[in-house]
């Protein structure tokens, strides 16, 4: 059986099943208690569960993500919310050299089973300090796994493996998602991390693409089977870990790639992932490597000038069309 379900609907289940399935799982952030999350993704449950494993925080990031490292460390599961990714700068120490590093400085003896939620991407005018994509800088530093959930599905099967993990993991919500509508499965089982999804099979081009940006490709594929165009879409729902076998096959099969990330384009997604698989693909190359990204300027509060340096489905469709020569 399946159901309709809102983006923002699929975490607040996948937290409700996941807290009534393990006492030690809680959920802390700003907001997440009394008016349900920022973007309501956590309704109602601090009705169900209480003030002991709903937790409202003061505004001090690195306070209580710093809080929830002790937690983790001491045998609870807790479930961190930023109420933006660009806020994980502010916890970038208790993030990077704690949370992520614990397990490996003490051989394994501790572990950290946390997940901090956040989301991700521009269109919504929230400007430069709050539109922002940190996957690419997350990825960057050993020791966290990094998920970017495309659809509801995913969200919710993806966040109940990250739950359920014994090592942090930086879940990415893209903000542009969580009042779409999506189809899922009324019972929703954990996806594994570090196996991409091809969410449709082509023979000419391989288009490897996270969060929001898997359904602008499917929707520009779709368009190009007009012209003739077969695309395969892969979405890669975690960059650690990266699951490059899937993409190889994929390009050996297409003979040209195109990544599609809405994190900035230097340093990016788009370079790590070309650069990754380069040696296994390039003879059967047909074309360079492309990539669609965010072009490393602040991001504008202007829809005017906000739209246009975004990842879209039209870029997404002329870059296809450029590596086929045409």
């Known amino acids: 059986m399946a159901k309709e379900i809102l983006y923002r609907d699929a975490i607040r289940e996948a937290l ?27 309704v109602g449950l601090y009705d169900k569960y209480g003030d002991l494993r709903v937790k409202d925080t003061p505004i001090s990031e690195a306070g209580f993500l710093g809080m929830a490292v002790g937690m983790a460390l001491t045998g609870l599961r807790p479930v961190v919310e930023l109420m933006f990714s660009d806020f994980l700068l502010v916890a970038g120490d208790q993030a990077f050299n704690q949370m992520a590093k614990i397990r490996y400085m003490s051989g394994g003896q501790a572990t950290v089973p946390m997940v901090v939620r956040m989301p991700i991407g521009a269109g919504r005018s929230s400007a430069a300090q709050h539109s922002q994509s940190m996957q690419a800088m997350a990825a960057h530093f050993p020791g966290a796994k990094v998920v970017l959930p495309s659809t509801a ?13 014994d090592n942090p993991v930086l879940f990415f919500e893209h903000k542009m998602e969580y009042s779409n509508k999506f189809v899922i499965d009324d019972e929703v089982e ?4 570090g196996k991409a999804n091809i969410v449709m099979e082509g023979r ?10 898997v ?35 994929s390009v050996k099969k297409t003979g040209r790639l195109l990544v599609v990330d809405e994190a900035y384009e230097f340093c990016g997604v788009g370079a790590e ?16 490597i492309g990539r669609i990204s965010t072009p490393n300027v ?3 509060f202007s829809p005017a000038l906000e739209f246009p340096i975004l990842p879209s489905e039209e870029k997404i469709l002329r870059a296809v069309l450029s590596l086929m020569g045409k």
């Not at 996941?18 to 973007?39: P, S």
């Not at 599905?153 to 993990?165: F, M």
């Not at 007009?226 to 870990?241: A, N």
């Open 273 to 288: 992932i070309g650069m990754n698989v380069m040696k296994d693909v390039f003879y059967y190359l047909d074309a360079p």
């Open 204 to 213: 000419d081009v391989s288009i490897a693409a996270t969060s929001s940006q």
């Open 298 to 300: 602040p991001l504008p």
């Open 153 to 165: 599905q995913e969200a919710k099967g993806l966040l109940k493996t990250a739950v359920r993990d």
């Open 16 to 42: 409700d099943e996941e807290m009534e399935r393990d006492e030690n799982v809680l959920l802390l952030g700003e907001d997440v208690a009394y008016i349900g999350g920022n973007f309501k993704t956590s």
């Open 215 to 249: 359904m602008k490709s499917v929707r520009a594929a779709e368009k190009l089977r007009s012209e003739g165009i077969s695309c395969e879409v892969i979405d890669l729902r975690t960059l650690v870990p990266f699951d490059r076998e899937s993409v190889i096959e």
């Open 190 to 193: 954990p996806i594994p991390f």
